[in-house]
């Protein structure tokens, strides 16, 4: 496979690609609140939490290779602590994130258990039970006074209603507002009808801390180990990993870090019951899992450019809702649906693109990328030998066919 | 290390020198359900020794190798390291006591390249947990340190040139030094290898022997060796195990186990 160009791994051509796209993500991320409305705040809300929410599942079943269908169930924890610990105790909502983080940390610990026995389609049955029976649970008469049953946590708290929230005593009833030369980088915040802004920074807070914590992970020898128990678990062990506490743990961390997105939706929504936020019901499950396999498992940008494709599509193809919305060109496939047929559309794509993308559109890059610009990685090893040239020899020297 | 093929023990060692052994399997028995697989099998092995375990299929040598990298637990008997019972450590212990072992069948990550691959081998060597690699506490120095160990070690046995390939749709006989890399990049002091001779061409088997005595005096091994190629085992085994339906059926020598009737039986059949 020929490449066009090819530079070395830390060097000055790879910093400034780096940088290069460090300062587009940037732009991104300032641009949705100061240049666009409020409805696609909203929108960017929604896609940051999917992708909080895909990230978490990611490290758990991208990296580690546990299924997990009931990763709404923790995203749900999230929410209700949250709804409990601000509607009904007063709390301020900071305080909830890590309390929500704790509590979410050990029902993953707690389930990691009967988890670490059983393998594939029976694991994906026992966490799909759980994002059956978590709506149930929160929906259960005899738990409405701590969850409100059926109609969910009273909605509207004054504090939540008001202001987004308050940040400490001092600011209360106002928003924090920022201005750099005249120019207000987190978007106007003032505006009591621009609270979106305000959600959208938290939002985004929580899509980077996650980020950090799987990349440190994921790049560290805990996260070597992970990807050695998703490949294979008796060689793992002998190599000293220790399967039981290390997906105990990887569970822990994922339901953890999934509970964090779930406060956020909580203080965007603003009222938490399963009818009001899907993605605590068993379909959010699934949505995290359709994000993190179409953005590309097992990669730490695939989850954010997943949930960012889906919401994108889904959110074109929802307005489709009459025959005059969808363009020319696709009028006559979709105008007999009588609901939006986002749905469906997405659905096709996902089926095209396993075909085309196995991995996922990370994968896609990862494939393609080499053919253009190839990075050398840094040599290993203490002797800085050249690492390619002597690549023909050996494989001659040492192959008799492949097998297997 | 002279390759004289008689076994001679040929280790330089004092008069006076006591010989400690490095593994006692003590009559050990496994059963899986009605099958015994093992049936009070007993040997020790020397420090310093490349011990051969032979013996026709189906005899339970992989299930020999796998008590004692404890993926079994044997339902009698003990196993002791450096005179320490094994079977009260558990699978992911072992390591860190300086066991590591090589797959009949290739069990690599294969996913991960083979530098990765060799990164993990020294997983027991590392410190770095979940808490530490979550805030970042010294883990790129640990990084760049188990990097760098492992690329010499891909140096040495001549895979450097292909450590950032995966491991994954590589030649055979290629990913067998592989396994072997990485079981070294636990700094082990007892090596067990699962034929691996086997699936290799003859140059290569010959190039194994050779690799395996080197590696043994300049890692300072003990090598136990599950082996089918019996002119490798015979000519690079300080002492040779013969096994029969899980049973020991001679130790000693290689000249002598050669000579051995129940052994030439094990292998010919009765005439």
């Given at each position: 496979m020929k490449s066009l160009a090819t530079i070395r791994e830390g060097g000055a051509a790879n910093w400034a690609f780096r940088i290069a796209a460090t300062v587009v993500v940037f732009a991104l991320v300032l641009y949705v609140p100061t240049k666009t409305g409020a409805g696609t705040i909203q929108t960017a809300i929604e896609a940051l939490v999917l992708m909080g929410a895909a990230m978490s599942l990611n490290l758990l079943l991208g990296y580690t290779g546990q299924i997990s269908i009931g990763h709404s169930a923790f995203l749900g924890m999230g929410a209700y602590t949250t709804g409990i610990l601000v509607s009904r105790y007063g709390w301020s909502p900071w305080y909830t994130f890590p309390v929500a983080f704790v509590l979410s940390f050990a029902l993953g610990v707690i389930v990691s258990f009967p988890a670490s026995r059983i393998k594939g389609v029976y694991l994906a049955l026992v966490t799909l039970a759980l994002a059956l029976v978590f709506p149930q649970v929160v929906t259960w008469k005899k738990l409405s006074w701590l969850t409100g049953g059926g109609s969910g946590l009273p909605t509207k708290d004054a504090q939540v209603a008001d202001t987004g929230f308050n940040i400490g005593a001092a600011s209360r009833g106002q928003m924090q507002y920022f201005e750099i030369f005249g120019w207000n980088p987190l978007g106007?915040?003032?505006?009591?009808?621009?609270k979106a802004a305000f959600w959208y920074w938290i939002a985004v807070g929580v899509v980077v801390i996650i980020y950090l914590v799987c990349r440190g992970l994921v790049k560290s020898r805990v996260g070597r180990s992970m990807v050695a128990i998703r490949d294979n678990e008796t060689a793992a062990a002998v190599m000293g990993v220790n399967l039981v506490a290390t997906k105990a743990f990887v569970f822990g961390i994922s339901a953890g870090l999934c509970a964090l997105p779930g406060c956020v939706t909580a203080i965007k929504t603003g009222g938490v019951s399963p009818e009001g936020i899907q993605s605590l019901t068993v379909r959010g499950a699934i949505t995290f899992l359709i994000v993190m396999v179409v953005g590309?498992?097992?990669?730490?940008w695939g989850p954010i450019i997943g949930a960012a494709v889906y919401v994108y599509v889904t959110d074109i193809t929802g307005g489709w809702a009459s025959d005059e919305a969808i363009p020319g060109v696709l009028r006559p496939f979709f105008g007999w649906a009588k609901i939006p047929p986002s749905d469906g559309i997405f659905a096709v794509l996902l089926i095209v693109l396993m075909f085309v993308a196995p991995r996922g559109l990370v994968g896609v890059w990862r494939q393609y990328s080499p053919r253009i610009v190839r990075v050398l990685p840094r040599?290993?090893?203490?002797?800085g030998a050249a690492p390619v040239a002597i690549a023909a020899t050996i494989t001659n020297t040492h192959s008799e066919g492949e097998h297997e | 290390m002279s390759a004289n093929g008689y076994g001679v023990d040929t280790q330089p060692r004092g008069e006076d020198e006591v010989v400690v052994n490095l593994l006692d399997v003590d009559d050990v028995t496994v059963r899986f359900g009605g099958i015994v697989a093992l049936d009070g099998l007993s040997f020790s092995i020397e420090e310093g020794h490349i011990c051969g375990l032979i013996g026709p299929n189906g005899a339970g040598k992989t299930t020999m190798f796998n008590v004692v990298s404890r993926i079994y637990q044997p339902t009698l008997g003990s196993v002791r390291f450096r005179g320490q019972?094994?079977?009260?450590?558990?699978?992911?212990?072992i390591a860190r006591l300086g066991i590591a072992r090589t797959f009949q069948n290739l069990a690599l990550f294969p996913t991960m390249s083979l530098l990765d691959n060799v990164m993990v081998g020294a997983h027991s060597q590392g410190k770095v947990g979940f808490p530490r690699a979550i805030f970042r506490v010294g883990a790129a120095k640990e990084n760049r340190e188990t990097r760098d160990f492992a690329g010499d070690l891909l140096q040495q046995l001549g895979l450097g040139p292909l450590a950032f390939r995966p491991a994954m749709g590589l030649p055979f006989g290629t990913l067998k030094r592989l396994e072997i890399a990485r079981a070294l990049a636990a700094k082990p002091t007892f090596l067990l290898m699962d034929e691996p001779a086997s699936g290799l061409t003859h140059g290569e088997v010959d190039e194994l022997g050779d690799t395996i005595q080197q590696i043994r005096d300049q890692f300072g091994l003990t090598v136990l060796l599950v082996e089918h190629h019996m002119s490798m085992v015979m000519s690079i085994s300080d002492r040779v195990v013969a096994m029969e339906f899980g049973r020991k059926i001679a130790d000693g020598t290689p000249a002598e186990v050669q000579q051995n009737e129940a052994v030439i039986t094990a292998y010919l059949g009765t005439s």
């Amino acid at each position: 496979m020929k490449s066009l160009a090819t530079i070395r791994e830390g060097g000055a051509a790879n910093w400034a690609f780096r940088i290069a796209a460090t300062v587009v993500v940037f732009a991104l991320v300032l641009y949705v609140p100061t240049k666009t409305g409020a409805g696609t705040i909203q929108t960017a809300i929604e896609a940051l939490v999917l992708m909080g929410a895909a990230m978490s599942l990611n490290l758990l079943l991208g990296y580690t290779g546990q299924i997990s269908i009931g990763h709404s169930a923790f995203l749900g924890m999230g929410a209700y602590t949250t709804g409990i610990l601000v509607s009904r105790y007063g709390w301020s909502p900071w305080y909830t994130f890590p309390v929500a983080f704790v509590l979410s940390f050990a029902l993953g610990v707690i389930v990691s258990f009967p988890a670490s026995r059983i393998k594939g389609v029976y694991l994906a049955l026992v966490t799909l039970a759980l994002a059956l029976v978590f709506p149930q649970v929160v929906t259960w008469k005899k738990l409405s006074w701590l969850t409100g049953g059926g109609s969910g946590l009273p909605t509207k708290d004054a504090q939540v209603a008001d202001t987004g929230f308050n940040i400490g005593a001092a600011s209360r009833g106002q928003m924090q507002y920022f201005e750099i030369f005249g120019w207000n980088p987190l978007g106007d915040l003032r505006k009591p009808d621009n609270k979106a802004a305000f959600w959208y920074w938290i939002a985004v807070g929580v899509v980077v801390i996650i980020y950090l914590v799987c990349r440190g992970l994921v790049k560290s020898r805990v996260g070597r180990s992970m990807v050695a128990i998703r490949d294979n678990e008796t060689a793992a062990a002998v190599m000293g990993v220790n399967l039981v506490a290390t997906k105990a743990f990887v569970f822990g961390i994922s339901a953890g870090l999934c509970a964090l997105p779930g406060c956020v939706t909580a203080i965007k929504t603003g009222g938490v019951s399963p009818e009001g936020i899907q993605s605590l019901t068993v379909r959010g499950a699934i949505t995290f899992l359709i994000v993190m396999v179409v953005g590309g498992a097992g990669s730490l940008w695939g989850p954010i450019i997943g949930a960012a494709v889906y919401v994108y599509v889904t959110d074109i193809t929802g307005g489709w809702a009459s025959d005059e919305a969808i363009p020319g060109v696709l009028r006559p496939f979709f105008g007999w649906a009588k609901i939006p047929p986002s749905d469906g559309i997405f659905a096709v794509l996902l089926i095209v693109l396993m075909f085309v993308a196995p991995r996922g559109l990370v994968g896609v890059w990862r494939q393609y990328s080499p053919r253009i610009v190839r990075v050398l990685p840094r040599p290993a090893g203490t002797t800085g030998a050249a690492p390619v040239a002597i690549a023909a020899t050996i494989t001659n020297t040492h192959s008799e066919g492949e097998h297997e | 290390m002279s390759a004289n093929g008689y076994g001679v023990d040929t280790q330089p060692r004092g008069e006076d020198e006591v010989v400690v052994n490095l593994l006692d399997v003590d009559d050990v028995t496994v059963r899986f359900g009605g099958i015994v697989a093992l049936d009070g099998l007993s040997f020790s092995i020397e420090e310093g020794h490349i011990c051969g375990l032979i013996g026709p299929n189906g005899a339970g040598k992989t299930t020999m190798f796998n008590v004692v990298s404890r993926i079994y637990q044997p339902t009698l008997g003990s196993v002791r390291f450096r005179g320490q019972e094994l079977l009260r450590t558990p699978a992911h212990g072992i390591a860190r006591l300086g066991i590591a072992r090589t797959f009949q069948n290739l069990a690599l990550f294969p996913t991960m390249s083979l530098l990765d691959n060799v990164m993990v081998g020294a997983h027991s060597q590392g410190k770095v947990g979940f808490p530490r690699a979550i805030f970042r506490v010294g883990a790129a120095k640990e990084n760049r340190e188990t990097r760098d160990f492992a690329g010499d070690l891909l140096q040495q046995l001549g895979l450097g040139p292909l450590a950032f390939r995966p491991a994954m749709g590589l030649p055979f006989g290629t990913l067998k030094r592989l396994e072997i890399a990485r079981a070294l990049a636990a700094k082990p002091t007892f090596l067990l290898m699962d034929e691996p001779a086997s699936g290799l061409t003859h140059g290569e088997v010959d190039e194994l022997g050779d690799t395996i005595q080197q590696i043994r005096d300049q890692f300072g091994l003990t090598v136990l060796l599950v082996e089918h190629h019996m002119s490798m085992v015979m000519s690079i085994s300080d002492r040779v195990v013969a096994m029969e339906f899980g049973r020991k059926i001679a130790d000693g020598t290689p000249a002598e186990v050669q000579q051995n009737e129940a052994v030439i039986t094990a292998y010919l059949g009765t005439s």
